[in-house]
């Protein structure tokens, strides 16, 4: 079983669809299935193992320079991170087993 991400022309990932080996057997195979299936040619295939750094799922945009799905930006303060194409806290989150949440008024961990 294969994931496909369905995409707006503008990247952004509307859906995803899991296709049977047997129709996508390579991802041109596979879009070409869907395409002909579901009368709509704009997909990407969403790999598990990090070939597009992160598993395609809704909302997130593929960026097609990055070759990578990228999630959206949870705080005005957080930095991209260009090796895992995610999005990282300027402060890093502490390693004492505590749960914490971010505050983005004080751009901490709380």
């Avoid at 509307?14 to 296709?19: A, F, K, R, S």
Wanted: net charge negative; hydrophobic share 30%.
């Amino acid at each position: 079983m294969k994931q496909f991400a369905k995409l707006s022309f503008n990247g952004k990932v509307l859906n995803v669809i899991d296709v049977n080996d047997s129709e996508a057997p390579d991802e041109v195979t596979g879009i070409d299935f869907l395409t002909r299936t579901l009368n709509y040619s704009h997909w990407k295939q969403s790999y598990t193992d990090g070939t597009r750094k992160n598993a395609a799922n809704i909302n997130m945009t593929y960026d097609e320079e990055r070759d990578a799905f990228i999630p959206k930006k949870d705080f005005p303060s957080w930095v991209f991170n260009e090796d895992t194409c995610r999005w990282d806290s300027p402060v890093a989150y502490p390693q004492d087993g505590k749960n914490y949440e971010w505050n983005e008024e004080t751009t901490n961990w709380e």
